[in-house]
């Protein structure tokens, strides 16, 4: 058994015992390691923040656990599904959708999940990079195999965006809006960005990558200065430190009910849901598509995602790349 295999074994039995003591002869038994394994493997799981108790004649119980998205801890009581019922954590990585992609490009099962504490490549929508500090926000990508056909697959953006929303709300009780086409807004500020990538051939689909990150824990020294623009985390506008670990399995969970929802249903209450969260609905924009500029009134998204412009002359424009601007 791999080391942080064993770890990760370990962990996953004190999580399931809950109060419950367990003594070092019966994790080795349940393992099949030695006792010694198990001493070093608590000896690493104390190392990185887990307050582990040792009681003679009683064994080891779990007293505290740190924010660590560590794939057994995320998975604890996750009830999901297909998402997250394999997660890959990595405490450094260059970019959760390139690991995502490669575990595609291996076969990895549908559902799988990329964590990771830091990214030292992050990307965003048109190669601009996100900042990604770590042990603060949550980087995560999903690896999906849905039965659509590719020109479908830009739903899946809006999905994700409704899921984000969904959980942002959950866990602090505030209230986001989605700007068209991967973007989650506090108080008029980025909170969250997406960026889904697709393996596909004309008849069908191989994968895709649903990458999210989201700015939890963030304070203002840690964002860039050569921000597009303005960007914010949670923790800047409630005050209040958030539980990454509660609130990666809350966004897994909805990630999770909208995509069987989607897969039931289609498309449209995955788009109605959406469109309740975008505030520029019947307002002017101008959208900037790389040197041309379309200005007019927002009326909504297409079936494949295309923003929907009523522009002066009646005309309705259909968008699929672009910035978007409030006149």
């Known amino acids: ?14 999580l399931s015992a809950g109060d419950i003591f367990l003594s070092g002869e019966e ?18 799981l104390r190392e990185i923040g887990y307050a582990i108790e040792a009681v003679p004649s009683r064994g080891y119980h779990l007293v505290d656990q740190p924010d660590l998205l560590l794939s057994m801890a995320v998975q604890a009581g996750l009830e999901t599904q297909c998402v997250g019922k394999r997660i890959e954590y990595f405490t450094t990585t260059d970019s959760t959708n390139q690991r995502a992609q490669e575990l595609g490009e291996q076969g990895a099962e549908h559902g799988t999940v990329v964590i990771a504490e830091m990214q030292r490549s992050g990307r965003g929508r048109m190669g601009r990079t996100w900042s990604s500090p770590a042990g603060v926000n949550l980087y995560t990508s999903v690896l999906l195999r849905p039965s659509i056909l590719p020109i479908q697959a830009a739903q899946l953006t809006f999905l994700s965006a409704v899921a984000v929303a969904r959980a942002v709300e959950a866990v602090s009780d505030v209230e986001v809006t989605v700007k068209w086409p991967n973007d989650i807004l506090l108080n008029g500020k980025k909170l969250a960005g997406l960026l889904n990538e697709i393996s596909a051939e004309m008849e069908g689909i191989h994968y895709v990558v649903l990458g999210i990150g989201v700015n ?56 109605l849901a959406w469109e309740s969260l975008f505030a520029m609905i019947g307002t002017q924009v101008s959208v900037d598509c790389g040197g041309t500029v379309f200005t007019g009134a927002v009326e909504g998204i297409a079936e494949d995602g295309a923003l929907l412009l009523r522009l002066a002359s009646g005309e309705q424009q259909e968008i699929y790349a672009g910035d978007v601007r409030p006149v």
Not at 1 to 14: K, V, Y
Not at 28 to 44: M, P
Not at 217 to 239: C, H, I, K, V, W
Not at 249 to 262: I, K, T
Request: net charge positive.
């Open 1 to 14: 058994m791999a080391e942080t295999g064993l770890r990760d074994q370990i962990l996953s039995l004190f």
């Open 216 to 271: 939890l824990n963030m304070t203002a020294e840690q964002f860039p200065d050569d921000l597009r623009y303005p960007a914010t985390s949670l923790l800047l506008e409630t005050g209040g430190v958030v539980e990454r670990l509660r609130f990666a399995q809350e966004l897994y969970r909805q990630l999770d009910r909208l995509y069987q929802l989607f897969c039931q249903q289609g498309f449209v209450p995955i788009r």
């Open 27 to 44: 994790i080795s038994q349940k393992l099949g390691v030695s006792r010694a394994a198990v001493w070093k493997h608590i000896g690493h």
